[in-house]
């Protein structure tokens, strides 16, 4: 029996399979929020990808929408929505738009990342550079307007964030290093960490974060860590990582599903466009080198549904984090949100 979590949730890249059709794989987004919601997860996220056409998530905000119309309890969000693609009033303004709608149920994740490669984001920017400093600077006006307290000398004090949701919405900052964790936690945010994309985390890295937050949200006089800021709450503490599972009634199963992450990930490796393709469409020859790619690719937890779901519940209690979010390719909705359900069974 694997130790209980509190909570996880899922990642949703929204990959277009050879062959898929557009319009039913964003239509199967409602179908998997829906699943992961009658399942018990917490949070469901979108990411954001430009210039590409493995992934239909160029538009998180409104993939959110279309979710959050659909589904009644779990929380939405972007993860994320890379913020030096657009203003800081404009992000405040539909972030606060959806959590009038929808309120207690909408995250607001932040990354510093292009999302795609530099000629998209001259297109996304009209040609503007923009500087790490920049972005991060970005960031903080972003969440000062929804916060409502830019100082009095900021050029954007006067300015309103319209409408003001009940509940504003739970803000996360996206990272994968321990410069990222610091930055977060200085400035009160919930943490995110990209395990998937690496396939390493290091495993004080949450601890680092907590050091860094407000003394009153960070550590206890007892030396344990605060838990979160709480439900819908404007403020940081919480973390997740979030981390890519196979998981099926068998490992061999579990393998050859996995195999579709494993040949994305070997394509962007060796310089080939990212595909998402039926294993069993590769020629035996490349089918080959994708196995041994998986072996060795640390990103990519497979196993039956015990076996993934103690690991994820020994990475969380290892690595410190409170969440896990998982993340997966799998082209069939119905497996995939079984495959989900499967894992909600172990660890809530």
Not at 95 to 122: E, K, Q, S
Not at 148 to 161: C, G, I, M, Q, W
Not at 169 to 197: I, K, M, T
Not at 314 to 321: C, D, I, L, R, V
Request: net charge negative; proline share 4%.
């Amino acid at each position: 029996m694997s130790p209980r979590l509190s909570r996880i949730s899922v990642l949703e890249q929204v990959p277009l399979f050879e062959g898929g059709e557009v319009r039913r794989t964003l239509e199967d987004l409602v179908r998997l929020g829906r699943g992961l919601e009658e399942s018990g997860y917490h949070r469901f996220w979108l990411a954001e990808h430009h210039s590409t056409g493995a992934f239909l998530s160029s538009a998180p905000d409104l993939l959110m929408m279309h979710i959050l119309d659909a589904t009644n309890s779990i929380h939405v969000g972007s993860g994320g929505v890379m913020a030096m693609h657009y203003g800081s009033l404009q992000m405040a303004e539909r972030f606060a738009t959806l959590a009038a709608l929808h309120p207690g149920r909408v995250d607001m994740g932040l990354g510093r990342a292009p999302g795609g490669d530099m000629r998209a984001a001259g297109a996304l920017n009209q040609g503007r550079v923009i500087d790490p400093d920049a972005i991060n600077t970005l960031i903080e006006e972003t969440v000062a307007l929804l916060r409502d307290d830019l100082p009095a000398t900021h050029p954007y004090a006067s300015v309103e964030v319209q409408p003001r949701p009940t509940q504003l919405p739970e803000v996360w900052l996206l990272g994968s290093s321990g410069q990222s964790a610091a930055w977060a936690g200085v400035r009160d945010l919930n943490y995110a960490y990209a395990q998937f994309f690496t396939g390493r985390q290091q495993v004080e890295i949450m601890n680092h974060y907590r050091a860094h937050l407000p003394e009153s949200r960070g550590t206890r006089a007892d030396g344990a860590p605060h838990r979160g800021g709480g439900h819908g709450s404007i403020h940081g503490g919480q973390t997740l990582s979030a981390l890519c599972v196979s998981a099926a009634a068998t490992r061999e199963e579990a393998r050859e599903q996995a195999l579709v992450a494993a040949d994305a990930r070997f394509s962007l490796r060796t310089g080939r466009p990212m595909r998402f393709r039926d294993p069993a469409t590769l020629d035996a020859a490349y089918r080959a080198e994708v196995e041994r790619y998986l072996e060795r690719d640390t990103a990519i937890i497979v196993g039956t549904y015990d076996e993934v779901a103690r690991a994820l519940s020994s990475f969380a209690e290892n690595h410190g984090t409170e969440e896990v979010m998982l993340i997966s390719y799998i082209d069939d909705v119905e497996v995939k949100t079984r495959q989900y359900a499967e894992l909600a069974s172990r660890l809530l």
